[in-house]
């Protein structure tokens, strides 16, 4: 048999060539020879066909046309082989073999005219013809003509001279134009034709064949034929029968094996059941192959075989059987313009069926949302499918929020779910949810039965709370979180703007986070007034004044009216930050200030206001006598910067050593230290006298030694001016017809150069005629610029007097 992409031509043991379709119909039939067809052939076009029978006939004649060639021989001829491109007209060729390899060619007049290719090896037993080169095999081995040159390129011997080359053929099939693949016995070899180079031809044909891969197989090969980069082999099997352990025939096998360079490996391999195989020898088997279908034939003695090369449906039917439907769906869905028999949402669902009854029920839940995508149909069907098994809780998680949105019956039944046997997961589906996937009221009166059962549970009364939040009753929600003390509180009053709702709530609020509630509340001073949380607050002054004290912070004007207030707010709870409140104010009554402080003995806070009501002497008093801190008394005597403190200072420490040494150690810079003194009375031991004595000598150097220092520096700077001022003044001054007298307003030179003029230019820049000046009343005869005198910019003496 041969193979077209058409059609199947078929020869039979009784002289009879039929063509069948590729379902196996006859579509025509020929009465060649009444003996065993050896031969078929056919042309890549399909038009022609050559037939060589046991009887020594052959014929090469049109199917579809009425050109015919008949030649009988007066032996058995065993194979044809037509041009591959014999339907054009310079390419009438083809070959037979018997004992001999005859070429045919249609010359001259139509005449045919045989020449011989080769002779002398035994019988032809196969021959391949692609493109411009004929390939076949003798008894010795395979030899190549190149019909260009008309020359043989190569001989590949046969391996293994043992086996009868008429019961163990040769397979001969080209790859391409170039790679020809030889199967003989158990031997494969792929052979590729190369070019010779220029430099190696001398007497050598200008191309050679290399053998890229060689292997052995298992068993005889009957036929082969190329898959890709791979092989398809049919083998001829021999086995030993368990019951009568006697070598016996077996199923033939089709296998497909991947070349390696001295092995192969074995990619699939399928057993073939065909009528009378125990029977059947190694040459009764056959395999053709159609390039364009990817189809192979095997041919038996009574069965014909198609083979084709599985599809992905071939494939995902087969990981379906293995039940590996995650592997199924994927290769669906790489393959899905390619895919006739399967659907992409069939496999997706048989998935998740098949994990429903493994009871992997989160993850056939999880798959959902990729299979069922926007389906709502399909979405039910598996929720009422999960209720069913009492699996809602795996399927909520995956439910479709938006883009689809099931029924809210669907959402109601898996938060009821939830509601009866986990109040956090049905909080967390209420957080989750959009508050438009179901029916607010219903859900909302179902809290409210279990609430009943269960008053306290804080679950159910946030949730609660979220739920009012999403019917828009906010303030039933502003006071579940404000018992629940929840943090997300001063967002709902931010997002809803429910200002107008906490008016009557600011304690709770402040019980809750002061420092929110503050820092709220005075964001929002134009929808709550300060007045009236002031208000709200006075019965809890402890938060009164966190909020007072924060708006202070925040504007030292804004709480004026209650700064008086304030005075004893922080001397009730935050005595820290009254001084800095007592420096920052300037709206708290100093008189009032002062008696507070006076009352609770704030001795740093007195001395303060003291000092600020300009009464510097009872504060330095109180620093001396209450707190007799001698560094203080200094600094605030300082700070003071009054001659009659330093007195009164003094004059208290005159009589305590340890005051006398602070004094001796600070006052240097400040007081004569001499007058200090000389009041320390005769034998008095001050402490540290010695060092204190020391230290002012030094600051007195360090003193003399500064002023000293600032001398040199101002002579230095001093100087250096007055030489950059000489310079400058030396310069000379551009004089030109632009120029014009700052008294008379005229051109500074006269219109005639040859006249005599007198020009006076001062450092300034302005300049006059000479007579144009005022004459000078003092007897120094050095002149100033009237005009920068008058703006009081300073005189600028005259610097030049040009004449002509």
Not at 118 to 127: A, K, Q
Not at 164 to 187: A, E, F, H, Q, V
Not at 527 to 555: A, C, G, M, T, W
Not at 762 to 781: A, D, G, I, Q
Request: aromatic share 8%; proline share 4%.
């Amino acid at each position: 048999a041969t193979v077209h992409q058409a059609f199947l031509a078929l020869g039979t043991h009784y002289g009879k060539v039929y063509l069948l379709d590729v379902q196996g119909n006859i579509t025509q039939k020929f009465d060649v020879s009444p003996v065993k067809i050896n031969q078929i052939s056919l042309d890549e076009s399909g038009e022609h066909m050559g037939v060589c029978s046991e009887d020594g006939k052959v014929q090469v004649f049109g199917l579809y046309s009425a050109e015919e060639f008949h030649e009988t021989f007066d032996c058995p001829i065993k194979i044809v082989a037509v041009h591959p491109h014999f339907v054009r007209s310079h390419f009438k060729q083809f070959v037979t073999g018997g004992k001999k390899l005859l070429l045919y060619e249609r010359g001259w007049m139509n005449r045919w005219k045989p020449s011989v290719l080769h002779e002398g090896e035994g019988n032809i037993r196969n021959v391949k013809w692609r493109g411009h080169l004929i390939a076949w095999a003798n008894n010795m081995g395979v030899k190549i003509l190149d019909m260009i040159s008309k020359q043989r390129i190569t001989n590949v011997p046969r391996d293994d001279i043992s086996l009868r080359p008429d019961m163990y053929p040769c397979s001969l099939c080209w790859k391409d134009n170039l790679t020809l693949i030889i199967g003989w016995g158990n031997s494969v070899k792929i052979c590729s034709v190369k070019e010779r180079h220029a430099s190696e031809m001398r007497d050598l044909p200008n191309r050679y064949v290399e053998i890229v891969f060689q292997f052995d197989t298992e068993f005889y090969i009957s036929g082969l034929a190329p898959l890709c980069d791979q092989l398809v082999i049919l083998s001829y099997v021999k086995e030993i029968s368990e019951k009568t352990e006697v070598e016996c025939c077996a199923r033939p096998r089709l296998d497909i094996v991947q070349p390696l360079p001295e092995s192969c490996e074995e990619i699939s391999s399928d057993a073939l059941t065909v009528r009378g195989f125990q029977e059947n020898e190694c040459r009764d088997y056959h395999l053709e192959y159609s390039e364009g279908e990817s189809l192979f034939y095997i041919i038996s003695p009574r069965d014909v075989v198609v083979a084709k090369e599985r599809d992905q449906d071939d494939h995902i039917d087969w990981l379906l059987e293995k039940k590996k439907y995650e592997e199924a769906l994927m290769a669906a869905e790489i393959s899905q313009k390619t895919i006739k028999k399967h659907k992409i949402l069939d496999i997706g669902l048989a998935y998740i069926n098949h994990l429903v009854e493994k009871g992997e029920h989160d993850l056939a839940a999880r798959k959902c949302q990729k299979i069922l995508g926007k389906n709502t149909e399909l979405w039910e069907f598996e929720v009422y499918k999960f209720k069913e098994i009492g699996q809602l809780k795996a399927i909520s998680r995956y439910l479709p929020r938006r883009d689809p949105v099931l029924k809210p019956l669907i959402y109601e039944m898996v938060l009821h779910e939830f509601l009866e046997s986990d109040y956090e997961g049905f909080a967390t589906l209420i957080k989750e949810w959009p508050g438009d996937l179901y029916n607010n009221t219903i859900i909302v009166q179902a809290v409210v039965d279990h609430l009943k059962k269960d008053p306290q549970n804080r679950t159910l009364l946030r949730t609660l709370a979220e739920l009012y939040t999403y019917d828009q009753r906010y303030g039933r929600a502003l006071e579940i979180y404000l018992t629940l003390r929840h943090k997300d509180v001063f967002q709902l009053i931010h997002r809803h703007n429910l200002f107008s709702s906490i008016k009557d709530k600011i304690v709770l609020l402040m019980d809750f986070d002061s420092e929110k509630a503050v820092d709220m509340l005075l964001d929002n001073e134009d929808k709550i007034s300060i007045d009236r949380v002031v208000e709200e607050l006075e019965n809890r002054p402890e938060l009164q004044h966190v909020y007072l004290h924060k708006l202070f912070k925040r504007d030292h004007h804004k709480g004026q009216r209650y700064h008086e207030k304030q005075i004893s707010l922080y001397a009730e709870y935050d005595r820290p930050n009254l001084l800095p409140f007592l420096r920052d104010s300037t709206h708290c009554p100093l008189e009032k200030a002062l008696e507070i402080c006076q009352q609770r003995n704030f001795v740093e806070e007195t001395v303060y206001l003291l000092s600020r009501m300009g009464n510097s002497r009872s504060a330095l008093k109180m620093i001396m006598e209450e707190l007799q801190d001698v560094d203080k008394a200094i600094e605030f005597a300082k700070e003071q910067d009054d001659g009659e403190l330093w007195e009164d200072l003094i004059l208290y420490s005159i009589d305590k050593p340890p005051f006398i040494t602070g004094l001796l150690n600070n006052i240097g810079t400040h007081v004569d230290p001499i007058l200090l003194i000389h009041r320390i009375k005769e034998g008095m031991e001050i402490p540290n006298l010695r060092d204190s004595l020391v230290k002012i000598l030094q600051d007195y150097n360090l003193q003399i030694l500064l002023r000293e220092g600032c001398k040199k520096i101002l002579v230095a700077d001093s100087l250096s001016l007055l030489k950059k001022m000489h310079r400058t003044q030396m310069k000379g001054v551009l004089v030109d017809e632009e120029n014009i007298c700052e008294s008379c307003l005229s051109p500074i030179l006269p219109s005639d150069a040859s006249k005599s003029f007198n020009v006076v230019v001062f450092h300034c820049r302005h300049m006059f005629h000479k007579e144009c000046l005022p004459v000078s009343n003092t007897v120094s005869s050095v002149q100033f610029c009237n005009i920068c005198s008058a703006k009081h910019r300073g005189p600028g003496s005259a610097i030049l007097e040009m004449k002509k």
